[in-house]
């Protein structure tokens, strides 16, 4: 439950609000690895702390986390250099269902930021294609200067991957496709009945690309979704992120569809 001092060891700018920190344990042990598709909770001293999943590779064994900054703390986090200290507890929550993932074709499906918390799970497919079936990175943000991570793209591509990548808008000069990124579902390779899906996004997004997911016949149980609402403490105490009888922390971020299905297509009043 105490933040760990790190000390940032190397940062990235990866758009013009968005951070990639890698950061270093000031002493041992340090945090655990976490496991795609969990989360740290990052603490800029004297700001507060906010629930950031890992961003990095995980054969890596290093600790990384991508942050935009969109309110007092995380704007804070993405303002610190090389050198400078946070406080990192965890890891916490519910990973990517790896072990499901084994034999069978993937659809990945991301938007916006949505792809730091998946890229970890892209990462682990892309290094072991084998023991899958074909792979589909589907990836959509708002305008081409806001696509995470582009550098990776290649690279997944020449493991084997099927990358497909478009914008809400474009100005001219770009060459890729235009529209929601749900458009692009129905042109990843996948066996409706012998596939895994990991959807990440903000929740809008979200609901289009699993109920397009459905239309093709992919069953609930096989929809995998990540949520980090309003989480706190990350243990289930406060009930900051109660979604019905779950705590997102703790049994979440990452759901199956099938658990919370009911709940997730209800409109928000």
Not at 100 to 112: F, Q, S
Request: aromatic fraction near 6%.
């Amino acid at each position: 439950m105490l933040p760990v001092p790190h000390r940032v060891e190397a940062r990235r700018q990866e758009l013009e609000d968005a951070v990639t920190l890698e950061l270093r344990a000031e002493r041992e042990p340090g945090i655990a690895q976490c496991l795609p598709g969990q989360f740290n909770m990052l603490y800029a001293f004297g700001v507060g702390e906010i629930p950031i999943s890992a961003s990095g590779d995980p054969r890596a064994g290093k600790l990384v986390h991508t942050t935009r900054a969109v309110g007092r703390v995380s704007e804070a986090i993405c303002k610190l250099q090389v050198g400078a200290m946070l406080g990192v507890r965890g890891p916490f929550g519910t990973s990517w269902p790896l072990e499901a993932m084994r034999g069978k074709d993937v659809v990945i499906v991301a938007g916006g930021i949505g792809l730091a918390p998946l890229r970890p799970a892209i990462f682990h497919v892309v290094h072991a294609m084998k023991d899958h079936g074909r792979v589909s990175i589907v990836i959509g943000a708002r305008q081409p200067e806001h696509l995470l991570f582009t550098r990776d793209y290649d690279a997944w591509r020449e493991a084997g991957a099927k990358v497909l990548v478009t914008v809400d808008t474009a100005e001219r000069g770009w060459n890729g496709s235009v529209g929601v990124v749900t458009e692009l579902i129905p042109q990843a390779e996948f066996d409706a009945s012998n596939m895994v899906a990991l959807v990440c996004g903000p929740e809008i997004m979200m609901r289009f690309a699993v109920q397009k997911l459905q239309r093709a016949g992919v069953n609930a149980c096989d929809v995998f979704i990540t949520m980090e609402r309003n989480m706190k403490c990350a243990v289930g105490l406060c009930g900051h992120c109660q979604y019905g009888p779950d705590f997102v922390c703790k049994d979440g971020p990452v759901f199956p569809l099938s658990q919370v299905e009911e709940r997730f297509f209800v409109p928000e009043i």
